[in-house]
């Protein structure tokens, strides 16, 4: 089993920043992808960004240049740096691995960005 938690959401007015943290605990060895998903109000969840073991990230276009993933290894946390933010990206945001055959999900940290 594996635990997710997120922190670091709250409220934040247009062009401002947020760090979002994602702690894991559990059966965490070898974990390879750490992922960032978001849901808005009245829309489907979608990635975010993702970072592998080795650091490889991948991005939305919707958030590339302005947010940025991050991964320590040695502390089982992953990381995302947002900035220049707009109302549209106010939704929870949800931390996420597959390990082993499994779906790990947190239970989301609620990010809004006011206009």
């Known amino acids: 089993q594996v635990q997710l938690v997120e922190s670091g959401g709250g409220l934040v007015q247009t062009g401002g920043s947020l760090r979002l943290s994602c702690a894991a605990s559990g059966s965490i060895y070898g974990i390879n992808a750490m992922c960032w998903h978001r849901q808005a109000p009245g829309k489907q969840r979608e990635l975010v960004a993702t970072v592998s073991s080795t650091g490889v990230t991948f991005y939305a276009d919707s958030v590339k240049g302005r947010f940025t993933i991050s991964r320590d290894n040695a502390k089982n946390t992953v990381y995302l740096q947002m900035m220049s933010l707009k109302p549209e990206d106010t939704a929870d945001y949800y931390c996420?691995?597959?390990?082993?055959?499994?779906?790990?999900w947190g239970k989301g940290t609620l990010v809004t960005v006011s206009s």
């Open positions: 996420y691995i597959y390990h082993y055959g499994t779906n790990y």
